[in-house]
């Protein structure tokens, strides 16, 4: 430490999902640049030596063994090394398994630091593999060949030169009193986070809200470093994340959503830190007396009145609010971006096939396939886009779709489904006058058959296009546009896509002819165009005819999965937010529907193909949505 500081970095390597030689591989290459730039402490994310989303894996007692591994060879490498590391890996205790943070300098096994919360709700189940440091007793242990006590107690590490340094590791922050506030008050000038906290829209910017409120708090520096690319992108994405802060103030911080490994190297000011607590009389207060006792007090019995809703609602909560609209925009691409990268990278694929209708899902999905191509240096010619025209087909979609694939640059194929559907209407007996469920699910499976087999024509895989709102309301054909090999719009509704592709055409295309494909894309009717066009060959089946306005149904969507509202709630805040657009009648009668087919289409959505998360709703039947299949729906539909 010099003029009291001290230089600290969050390290965010290259993971391989329970691949720990090549795992410590890459941390090695980190520690090492590290060292050579003069860091004191160095902090990896949460369970790098497995990879954090390793799920049931962790069960294995090889992958658990091989962590240990890991970490002896870790401290072999670091034998003449001065900079402290701090690793994350499962460690074994008796019957129990936990989540820790192992700190190791010169080859010395210093201590290990167990987490304390555990996240067990939406895309998280921690609790089904680690016990909490809640559960743990005082035991003395040996990891990695050393002897080491494992403790729940709070942990402080001092430097050399006398500076204290405490560890949380991830949900431990988002806790109503994370383990840094004791540390802070126990003397720890820094706090040290290993995490692996996922990517949503918006979570970004509230997670570095929360970081500086801690630093700021608790008066201390703040060093998070979170896992990247690498880790699996079954059902979300890990952006890598790597900050710095300094009593609230960001120092420094890494890319995010970057497909290399990192280092983010800063100076913490620590000598100012400790200067400022000792000004702060409540800090010091806090510091003297943790009161453990919560006084209760019991207010007063009121009578009741009338409830009239006063509040502002907002008709459409899944589209962006901030004032930066772009970078808004800019992160949910990246993570969809980001989750086919990887699953691109995973299976070593350079082709991918997706059936393009002229409409807005395919419109997405075709725009983030090819920045995923792009990202990876991948020839886009290798995206194999398949126009299939069939009963339904009109002109505009059909000349959009061939349009922004040559503008686009990739591969055009178009293959008729007419022919190959009338024969299969004749093996199975169906009078191709008869427009019923038959004639439009022979159509869609038709279709989804075309680009299973094209894919494995091409060695590639087929890019799903189904959005949120439609696996909501169960709108796509079982085993036809319900399958493909990943879906890279399953957690964006229909409102979002909208926007997402307006702002992609304004914003990123505008000035070319791709800017008035996709803003007549936009302006198209939603429609699956399996029903033949009128005598104007204009779309006839609109899809919001059928089923209702998208506008209310993700709207219906957003407040039944996020908040678990009951549908006489949603409908006050409906009638709130649409009062002007829609009457009172019209909006409950698509809450009924959006009730009704929420629960009987469960089932399609009990075996969706991967996808990312993106925002803070999903219907991964992996993640936040688990629902039978056969629950009755008898309850919401009476709440009407």
Same mark, same amino acid.
């Given at each position: 430490?010099?003029?009291?500081? $001290?230089?600290?970095?969050?390290?965010?390597?290259?993971?391989?999902?329970?691949?720990?030689?090549?795992?410590?591989?890459?941390?090695?290459?980190?520690?090492?640049?590290?060292?050579?730039?003069?860091?004191?402490?160095?902090?990896?994310?949460?369970?790098?030596?497995?990879?954090?989303?390793?799920?049931?894996? !962790?069960?294995?007692?090889?992958?658990?063994?091989? *962590?240990?591994?890991?970490?002896?060879?870790?401290?072999?490498?670091?034998? /003449?090394?001065?900079?402290?590391?701090?690793?994350?890996?499962?460690?074994?205790?008796?019957?129990?398994?936990?989540?820790? %943070? *192992?700190?190791?300098?010169?080859?010395?096994?210093?201590?290990?630091?167990?987490?304390?919360?555990?996240?067990?709700?939406?895309?998280?189940?921690?609790?089904?593999?680690? %016990?909490?440091?809640?559960? =743990?007793?005082?035991?003395? $242990?040996?990891?990695?060949?050393?002897?080491?006590?494992?403790?729940?107690?709070?942990?402080?590490?001092?430097?050399?030169?006398?500076?204290?340094?405490? $560890?949380?590791?991830?949900?431990?922050?988002?806790?109503?009193?994370?383990?840094?506030?004791?540390?802070?008050?126990?003397?720890?000038? $820094?706090?040290?986070?290993?995490?692996?906290?996922?990517?949503?829209?918006?979570?970004?910017?509230?997670?570095?809200?929360?970081?500086?409120?801690?630093?700021?708090?608790?008066?201390?520096?703040?060093?998070? %470093?979170?896992?990247?690319?690498?880790?699996?992108?079954?059902?979300?994405?890990?952006?890598?994340?790597?900050?710095?802060?300094?009593?609230?103030?960001?120092?420094?911080?890494?890319?995010?959503?970057?497909?290399?490994?990192?280092?983010?190297? +800063?100076?913490?000011?620590?000598?100012?830190?400790?200067?400022?607590?000792?000004?702060?009389?409540?800090?010091?207060?806090?510091?003297?007396?943790?009161?453990?006792?919560?006084?209760?007090?019991?207010?007063?019995?009121?009578?009741?009145?009338? !409830?009239?809703?006063?509040?502002?609602?907002?008709?459409?909560?899944?589209?962006?609010?901030?004032?930066?609209?772009? %970078?808004?925009?800019?992160?949910?691409?990246?993570?969809?971006?980001?989750?086919?990268? /990887?699953?691109?990278?995973?299976?070593?694929?350079?082709?991918?096939?997706?059936?393009?209708?002229?409409?807005?899902?395919?419109?997405?999905?075709?725009?983030?396939?090819?920045?995923?191509?792009?990202?990876?240096?991948?020839?886009?010619?290798?995206?194999?886009?398949?126009?299939?025209?069939?009963?339904?087909?009109?002109?505009?979609?059909?000349?959009?779709?061939?349009?922004?694939?040559?503008?686009?640059?990739?591969?055009?194929?178009?293959?008729?489904?007419?022919?190959?559907?009338?024969?299969? !209407?004749?093996?199975?007996?169906?009078?191709?006058?008869?427009?019923?469920?038959?004639?439009?699910?022979?159509?869609?499976?038709?279709?989804?058959?075309?680009?299973?087999?094209?894919?494995?024509?091409?060695?590639?895989?087929?890019?799903?296009?189904?959005?949120?709102?439609?696996?909501?309301?169960?709108?796509?054909?079982?085993?036809?546009?319900?399958?493909?090999?990943?879906?890279?719009?399953?957690?964006?509704?229909?409102?979002?896509?909208?926007? =997402?592709?307006?702002?992609?055409?304004?914003?990123?295309?505008?000035?070319?002819?791709?800017?008035?494909?996709?803003?007549?894309?936009?302006?198209?009717?939603?429609?699956? +165009?399996?029903?033949?066009?009128?005598?104007?060959?204009?779309?006839?089946?609109?899809?919001?005819?059928?089923?209702?306005?998208?506008?209310?149904?993700? !709207?219906?969507?957003?407040?039944?999965?996020?908040?678990?509202?009951?549908?006489?709630?949603?409908?006050?805040? *409906?009638?709130?937010?649409?009062?002007?657009?829609?009457?009172?009648?019209?909006?409950? /009668?698509?809450?009924?529907?959006?009730?009704?087919?929420?629960?009987?289409?469960?089932?399609?959505?009990?075996?969706?193909?991967?996808?990312?998360?993106?925002?803070?709703?999903? =219907?991964?039947?992996?993640?936040?949505?688990?629902?039978?299949?056969?629950?009755?729906?008898?309850?919401?539909?009476?709440?009407?």
């Amino acid at each position: 430490m010099k003029y009291g500081f $001290i230089k600290v970095a969050a390290a965010v390597p290259a993971v391989k999902v329970a691949d720990t030689e090549y795992n410590v591989q890459q941390i090695e290459s980190l520690i090492a640049q590290a060292e050579g730039q003069g860091v004191e402490l160095l902090v990896f994310p949460e369970l790098c030596l497995t990879g954090y989303s390793c799920q049931d894996l !962790f069960k294995e007692q090889l992958l658990i063994d091989k *962590a240990e591994e890991a970490l002896l060879v870790l401290l072999d490498i670091t034998r /003449k090394l001065d900079v402290i590391s701090i690793v994350g890996l499962p460690v074994q205790v008796g019957s129990l398994l936990y989540n820790c %943070a *192992a700190v190791i300098q010169s080859g010395q096994l210093l201590g290990v630091v167990p987490k304390t919360y555990l996240p067990n709700y939406g895309e998280f189940y921690e609790k089904r593999w680690f %016990a909490s440091a809640n559960d =743990l007793t005082a035991t003395d $242990i040996y990891l990695a060949g050393s002897p080491i006590r494992i403790t729940p107690d709070p942990q402080i590490f001092t430097t050399t030169d006398g500076v204290n340094f405490g $560890i949380e590791i991830c949900e431990d922050v988002w806790a109503p009193t994370p383990p840094s506030n004791r540390l802070s008050l126990a003397g720890a000038d $820094i706090v040290l986070n290993l995490s692996a906290s996922d990517e949503l829209i918006g979570k970004h910017n509230y997670l570095k809200a929360l970081l500086s409120q801690q630093s700021a708090r608790t008066m201390s520096g703040y060093v998070y %470093a979170s896992c990247g690319f690498g880790e699996s992108t079954q059902d979300v994405v890990y952006g890598g994340n790597a900050m710095i802060f300094e009593n609230g103030h960001l120092l420094a911080e890494g890319d995010r959503f970057s497909f290399q490994p990192q280092i983010k190297i +800063e100076q913490i000011d620590v000598e100012r830190l400790r200067t400022e607590r000792r000004m702060n009389s409540t800090f010091i207060t806090a510091q003297a007396r943790m009161r453990q006792s919560v006084v209760c007090i019991a207010c007063k019995p009121v009578t009741g009145k009338e !409830f009239e809703l006063q509040r502002d609602v907002e008709p459409h909560p899944f589209i962006p609010k901030s004032e930066n609209m772009q %970078a808004d925009c800019e992160e949910i691409f990246n993570i969809q971006v980001a989750g086919l990268a /990887k699953r691109l990278y995973h299976i070593g694929g350079e082709k991918a096939v997706i059936g393009i209708s002229g409409g807005l899902d395919s419109t997405l999905a075709l725009l983030v396939t090819v920045r995923a191509f792009d990202k990876l240096g991948l020839d886009r010619r290798g995206i194999i886009g398949v126009t299939m025209p069939g009963f339904g087909t009109t002109d505009r979609t059909h000349n959009n779709a061939v349009e922004l694939m040559k503008q686009l640059g990739v591969t055009v194929r178009e293959i008729s489904i007419a022919k190959a559907v009338t024969q299969h !209407f004749e093996d199975i007996g169906h009078d191709p006058n008869k427009h019923d469920i038959t004639y439009e699910n022979s159509q869609a499976r038709e279709r989804t058959q075309i680009l299973m087999d094209v894919a494995n024509q091409q060695n590639a895989i087929v890019v799903g296009t189904g959005d949120l709102s439609e696996l909501a309301l169960g709108w796509a054909t079982y085993n036809g546009d319900h399958m493909s090999m990943y879906g890279v719009n399953a957690g964006v509704p229909k409102t979002l896509i909208q926007y =997402l592709v307006r702002y992609y055409a304004d914003y990123i295309v505008g000035g070319t002819p791709t800017q008035n494909t996709l803003l007549d894309i936009v302006d198209t009717p939603i429609s699956p +165009e399996l029903i033949p066009a009128d005598d104007d060959g204009n779309i006839r089946q609109k899809t919001e005819d059928l089923v209702g306005p998208y506008e209310l149904h993700d !709207f219906f969507l957003y407040y039944f999965l996020r908040f678990g509202f009951r549908p006489a709630k949603i409908l006050l805040l *409906a009638k709130k937010a649409f009062g002007g657009t829609y009457d009172d009648d019209v909006i409950r /009668k698509w809450l009924h529907t959006f009730c009704r087919r929420f629960f009987s289409q469960q089932f399609k959505r009990s075996c969706l193909p991967d996808g990312p998360k993106v925002g803070s709703v999903s =219907l991964s039947p992996r993640g936040d949505w688990r629902m039978p299949s056969d629950a009755s729906s008898a309850l919401w539909l009476k709440d009407l």
